[in-house]
């Protein structure tokens, strides 16, 4: 039995370096994939859009916010291509934030050359899950919040800017931490940290805003509702399931900490 679960314990994460490699190899084509896919999705939500597209300016206001959305996430990553190139070496933060457990320090070089360096093994799948949660909260926007514009109602204007804004700045932020994450950046788990803040600060905030919009019909309300509550309760599983493991993990503290555990003291 031991036999068995160290044969998959090793499959697994030879799977993680796999993905890990595909991913930081093949980016650039899932994004021109990524564009080619929204693309297309954004243009049939705006030639079925709620509200009339006579003119220019009715048009821009409908294709824009799908124009942003698609781009938040490519212009994540060509700003964290530029600021944290393959292979660089970077210099930690002064002040710790994680101080549970007893660790060594460790100079950057000695620790690129530890077996537990890099975003693979369990840690992939986090890194995975940053990138997958881009086109899944694009989808659900697809879906459930119609093309609008100037000619809707208040309450439609309200609500269509605020969802598209949650998308934009919530894909973007995701997408600049997982480069962070796959380029090995110290700062990552703080950046993910203040990710998971804004996307929880966003989804109430956007609650209060779309609730207090004037001659929202009940049943509009009741639908964005469960889809911002949906929302929070994805942000919070996340952090119920990686905060500890951001905190605690010796590939993490290796790979974003340069620390190693004291031998003795886990």
């Known amino acids: 039995m031991q036999g068995w679960m160290k044969q998959l314990s090793e499959h697994l994460y030879r799977k993680s370096v796999w993905a890990i490699a595909s991913l930081e190899h093949g980016l650039g ?28 300016i009715a048009f821009a206001q409908t294709a824009l916010p799908y124009i942003l959305v698609i781009g938040a996430p490519v212009a994540a990553y060509l700003i964290g291509n530029s600021l944290f190139p393959r ?23 000695t620790a690129r050359q530890h077996k537990l360096f890099g975003p693979t093994g369990l840690m992939a799948s986090l890194v995975i899950g940053m990138m997958l949660n881009i086109p899944v909260r694009s989808l659900e926007f697809l879906a459930a919040v119609p093309a609008m514009n100037g000619h809707a109602p208040l ?31 110290p700062w990552f788990p703080r950046l993910l940290l203040l990710v998971w803040g804004v996307d929880i600060v966003s989804q109430v905030g956007i609650a209060h805003v779309v609730s207090n919009a004037p001659g929202l ?50």
Do not use: H
């Open 87 to 109: 292979g660089a070496l970077y210099e930690q933060p002064q002040i710790r934030l994680a101080r549970y457990g007893k660790w060594r320090q460790v100079d950057c070089l």
């Open 29 to 56: 084509r899932l994004l021109l994939l990524w564009i080619g896919v929204a693309g297309a999705l954004s243009a049939l939500r705006i030639a079925f859009a709620a509200t009339p597209v006579d003119n220019g």
């Open 217 to 266: 019909p009940t049943q509009v309300g009741e639908a964005m509702g469960g889809l911002l509550a949906g929302n929070l309760k994805k942000v919070a599983i996340s952090v119920a399931i990686w905060l500890p493991y951001l905190l605690l993990s010796e590939r993490v503290n290796l790979t974003y900490r340069g620390r190693v555990a004291v031998v003795g003291s886990r």
């Open 155 to 185: 309450w439609g204007q309200l609500l269509f800017a605020a969802m598209t804004m949650d998308v934009v700045v919530m894909n973007f932020l995701y997408m600049l931490a997982f480069m962070m994450a796959l380029r090995n950046v």
